[in-house]
């Protein structure tokens, strides 16, 4: 969120959640692209809402001069786009702000300038947040009535403007008195699911348990999950979704338990330029995050290791794409795009 005056990009610090609730103020551009590398900020709506409203907010400190302002707003989109690889709503929101200045008058001031960018990135969270809630109203009655349902990562209010996408869907269930108790894999390494769905969901009187991700095949065997549910990063034009590294062992457990997996995004995270997951970038990040995870070294220093922070799981695996237009095979997106 911003701060009353605009100024500055105000971020709950997930790293340290759930020992410590802190918030950081940012007003420049790079600690706002600092923040959502080192994962202050993290889950694809969210980057994408953090790093519109940064820019916002930094573009105070971009002077008087019209030309310098406009600039400045492409050196600063250039900046973020250069974080964090996988998730598309960082692009798609950083497309709205180049499109927006670039159809702002040419004699507009820095003044007008600052006004349209920051009402292209208010209006970027307002309807990420608008997406989540009718995510809620469509998902929610998918899911059964008393059941067990497992999620992967963080796909919660942290993770976007507010109200999630697949703790959304989760959320409009509980509200509607499905009963529901959720399963949150652990998710290595960074602990989204053990650390901050977790977290949020306890907030909201939400049963939920954690398990570590190599519990979930075990519970399904002893039929203890009734279906799955996650977010996703960027959805290809065939229906394949990459997500937090894990999803796609999930999606292959779930074929193999017959039971459901759903996929909850809003149309910001689907690609339709993207002919198959195969062409997603997935980014890899450091080591340590592996090595040393809450900070503890659990691998000798000197092995090397491998830490891709997303996967793919292909269209066949997914039941259905929940959005706000509605509920989708994952083969009909490319139609409805
Ligand atoms: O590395 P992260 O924590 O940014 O990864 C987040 C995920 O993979 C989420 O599941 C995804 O962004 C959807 S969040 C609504």
């Known amino acids: 969120m911003l701060s009353p005056d605009g100024r500055r ?22 600690s706002v692209a600092q923040a959502i590398e080192t994962m202050v900020v993290r889950g694809a709506p969210a980057i994408a809402c953090a790093a519109a409203l940064g820019l916002s907010a930094a573009s105070h400190g971009f002077g008087d001069d019209p030309a310098a302002v406009r600039a400045a707003i492409e050196a600063g989109c250039a900046r973020l786009a250069n974080t964090r690889p996988t998730a598309v709503n960082l692009f798609v929101a950083l497309a709205q ?15 007008q300038l600052r006004s349209v960018l920051h009402d292209t990135a208010q209006r970027h969270v307002d309807d990420d947040l608008a997406s989540c809630l009718a995510m809620g109203d469509h998902g929610a009655p998918l899911l059964p009535q008393g059941g067990t349902i497992l999620t992967h990562c963080n796909a919660g209010a942290l993770a976007t403007a507010g109200y999630g996408t697949a703790l959304g869907v989760i959320r409009s269930a509980h509200a509607q008195g499905r009963a529901i108790t959720v399963l949150a894999d652990e998710t290595r390494p960074v602990l989204q699911g053990g650390r901050l769905t977790a977290w949020e969901l306890a907030r909201d009187g939400i049963p939920v348990e954690v398990i570590t991700d190599n ?26 979704v990459a997500n937090k590294i894990g999803t796609y062992t999930v999606a292959v457990l779930c074929k193999h338990h017959g039971l459901p997996f759903y996929v909850a995004a809003p149309w910001t995270t689907i690609d339709l330029d993207i002919p198959t997951g195969a062409e997603i970038p997935i980014e890899e990040r450091r080591g340590d995050e592996v090595r040393r995870p809450a900070g503890v070294l659990t691998t000798p220093a000197d092995i090397p290791v491998r830490n891709p ?3 793919v799981t292909p269209a066949a695996l997914v039941t259905a794409i929940i959005t706000e237009r509605g509920v989708f095979a994952p083969h009909a997106l490319a139609d409805a795009g």
Do not use: K, S, T
């Not at 990009?9 to 790079?30: C, N, S, T």
């Not at 702000?97 to 003044?111: H, N, Q, S, T, V």
């Not at 977010?231 to 394949?240: C, E, K, P, S, V």
């Open 9 to 30: 990009l105000r971020l709950l610090d997930q790293r340290a959640l759930p020992g410590q609730e802190q918030w950081i103020d940012y007003d420049d551009v790079e």
């Open 97 to 111: 702000i180049r499109e927006a200045i670039a159809a702002a008058p040419a004699d507009a001031d820095a003044g």
């Open 215 to 240: 519990m979930a095949g075990a519970l399904m065997a002893r039929g203890q999950v009734q279906a799955a549910i996650v977010g996703a990063d960027r959805i290809a034009r065939n229906g394949d």
């Open 309 to 311: 922070a997303f996967d």
